[in-house]
């Protein structure tokens, strides 16, 4: 079985401070991993995926992640903060163990960018 | 832009009734999920189409939900009866092979 684990429920750090949301994961196989961000009242939207070649990966808004494949870690990083990055970001993965392709998603952690 | 779209956006019904989400998934993915998002549960999955095809629908409550995909362009949830603690935001995401999901806006539902 697949699994995803946020440690954090909220993150606080203050505008133009590097911000750091942590992911952990465990699958059968190769992961496939993803951050989306939620804003309030919206659904979820993609940043950034993981598949295959550098452990460091690039997305959308200046966002990005490490792939850490001995800790089985893949945070979510950013060297600035905005405070309008204030928002519920997820952490999935998906594997090719099983076939079933379901992505599991970790509960959330609040991200509070304070001005 | 290619997005998922889901209708309605806000439904309040009274405890009993039958509710219907509808979701139109981006045209050639060909997985589709159902998600629904509480505070108190997080991001529960639902049910999981591919093409079209029911292959996970053990998250759901299978005396009241039920989940189909009459096309490659809708998919629908439905609850019958509906309870107070249906309340929620319900969303479809869509996607091809193992590549990211898009989300819809979702649906909240408020079951008075």
């Known amino acids: 079985a697949q699994s995803v684990a946020q440690p954090e429920d909220q993150v606080n750090v203050a505008e133009g401070n590097p911000l750091t949301v942590k992911c952990t994961y465990s699958?059968?196989?190769?992961?496939?991993l993803f951050w989306y961000v939620q804003y309030p009242n919206r659904g979820l939207q993609f940043l950034l995926k993981?598949?295959?070649?550098?452990?460091l990966v690039k997305g959308s808004y200046g966002f990005e992640a490490e792939f850490n494949k001995s800790q089985t870690s893949f945070h979510l990083k950013k060297p600035s903060a905005l405070v309008s990055d204030s928002a519920l970001y997820f952490c999935a993965v998906r594997s090719e163990g099983g076939g079933s392709y379901i992505p599991t998603f970790g509960r959330g952690t609040s991200l509070i960018v304070h001005p | 832009d290619a997005r998922v779209t889901q209708t309605p956006r806000h439904k309040v019904t009274e405890m009993g009734q039958e509710v219907t989400m509808r979701c139109q998934p981006i045209?050639?993915?060909?997985?589709v999920f159902w998600y629904r998002q509480t505070m108190m549960q997080g991001l529960e999955l639902l049910a999981y189409?591919?093409?079209?095809?029911?292959?996970?629908d053990s998250g759901m409550p299978k005396d009241r939900f039920s989940a189909e995909m009459p096309d490659a362009t809708l998919a629908t949830l439905k609850i019958q009866p509906s309870e107070p603690r249906d309340s929620a935001v319900y969303f479809c995401?869509?996607?091809?092979?193992?590549?990211?999901?898009?989300f819809g806006q979702g649906t909240r539902l408020t079951v008075v």
């Open positions: 995401a869509s996607g091809q092979g193992l590549t990211e999901a898009f």
């Open positions: 699958v059968s196989g190769n992961p496939y």
């Open positions: 993981y598949i295959t070649g550098d452990n």
């Open positions: 045209l050639g993915h060909n997985t």
């Open positions: 189409f591919r093409n079209r095809a029911p292959l996970d």
